[in-house]
């Protein structure tokens, strides 16, 4: 099967389930693994097959904790005597610090209503997050948490013969036939990823501050390729051979990051990943900056790699779930952009999450011009706090009226003149 990681709180599980059916609903049936195989460089099948069941794992090899009965202890009828090469289906991983009850309830519909479109199976597990617990918080504003650290330690949670996975974050749009990625060779890699940017090369030099304690005052490092850690379709043999959980973890620890996790993902995998290209992954917020852009040229790359996503990571403000009004751009439009609206309609095929779910689409839906007042208020309210407007004000009538600033400093200086004399 093919193995896809999400990591989450119990907040975002319904953003998790939506993705989960997207990549389902965009799976092209009527095609093989042995299709996108047939015209990749891989032609070596890696996956495994595996009966379908729901449970909650603890990492760290500990015994999985069953949820129930099995949602269906039998062999996947597509894969039932078939060649390896030919093995299809989804298992998909959430990495949770807590689940309830009721939302293993609803994957479970989930998962059996999906299952009549694509084999597919769900399985959560359990991460403690005392293992990061001396680490900041991360996310976007309110929604700081432990959560993107656990993806650091996603291969514990995968079976040992496992040879490839992809990690995506919640906030991605797919659309296109995943398995298309999982054709890739990474022979030589220990990862493929993107930098969501359509420039054609990221490379960056780091420089981090030591945190208290540890053992160096600055590190330092330059990669010629920058990736972003939201989407990464991982050699585990290579991660695990190349200790890149301890390393990655030994960094955040000892040195302060600006992007947390990615910081140190790309320390460890140092120019060892392959980059996929803008289409894989291209940053939606940074777009709609981009559109806002006087560089006419860059705004068209930017234009370009949005329509032609195979992947879209709807990152920050640009969140597929907020509406077009939620943020505006920095010339205050509403944040609307190509494929938005195919999240809208995932989420009302997503079975089991339907009562809200359906209340947030509809929200989205019918949101107006009172919505779009509401927060050009706030972003104006937003933009005055960064600037002292009574100050300015005063500057532009100096500028507008120079003759009038000469002589209140001609004054001045005379005034000053008199009391030294």
């Not at 948490?145 to 079976?159: E, G, I, M, S």
């Not at 005052?217 to 043999?237: D, R």
């Amino acid at each position: 099967m093919f193995h896809i990681v999400f990591n989450a709180d119990q907040n975002y599980m319904k953003y998790v389930a939506v993705l989960i059916t997207n990549i389902i609903h965009y799976t092209d049936t009527s095609k093989k693994y042995v299709d996108f195989a047939f015209h990749s460089t891989d032609s070596k099948n890696k996956t495994q097959d595996s009966n379908i069941s729901m449970q909650i794992n603890g990492g760290g090899g500990q015994s999985p904790i069953t949820w129930g009965e099995s949602l269906a202890n039998r062999e996947n009828p597509i894969n039932a005597g078939q060649s390896p090469i030919n093995l299809e289906g989804y298992h998909f991983h959430v990495i949770t610090d807590s689940i309830a009850k009721k939302t293993l309830e609803q994957f479970h519909i989930l998962q059996t209503t999906l299952n009549d479109i694509y084999p597919c199976q769900i399985e959560a597990h359990i991460i403690s997050d005392e293992d990061f617990k001396d680490l900041p918080k991360w996310g976007y504003e309110e929604a700081q948490q432990y959560a993107a650290y656990y993806r650091v330690k996603l291969v514990d949670f995968l079976p040992k013969n496992v040879d490839k996975c992809l990690y995506l974050d919640t906030d991605m749009l797919v659309l296109t036939d995943l398995r298309e990625l999982f054709a890739l060779n990474l022979d030589g890699y220990i990862a493929a990823s993107s930098s969501g940017s359509p420039n054609a090369t990221i490379s960056r030099y780091g420089i981090y501050r030591k945190k208290k304690g540890g053992k160096k005052a600055v590190k330092s490092f330059e990669t010629s390729f920058y990736f972003c850690s939201g989407l990464m379709l991982i050699n585990t043999k290579e991660w695990i051979k190349q200790n890149v959980d301890i390393e990655a973890m030994r960094f955040l620890r000892e040195y302060e990051t600006e992007f947390a996790d990615q910081d140190a993902l790309n320390f460890a995998m140092c120019d060892r990943v392959y980059n996929l290209g803008e289409q894989w992954g291209i940053l939606a917020y940074q777009s709609l900056e981009a559109a806002c852009s006087t560089n006419i040229d860059f705004s068209k790359r930017y234009e370009k790699a949005m329509i032609n996503a195979k992947i879209l990571h709807c990152n920050g403000p640009a969140k597929a779930w907020f509406g077009a009004y939620n943020k505006l751009t920095i010339d205050f439009m509403p944040n609307i952009y190509p494929h938005k609206d195919v999240w809208c309609k995932m989420a009302r095929l997503c079975s089991g999450f339907e009562n809200e779910l359906n209340a947030q689409v509809e929200n989205i839906e019918n949101e107006g011009l009172p919505e779009y007042a509401i927060a050009l208020a706030r972003q104006l309210r937003e933009f005055q706090g960064h600037y002292n407007f009574p100050a300015m004000k005063r500057r532009l009538e100096r500028i507008s009226k120079p003759h009038k600033a000469i002589m209140m400093a001609l004054k001045n200086l005379i005034h000053r003149f008199k009391k030294h004399v």
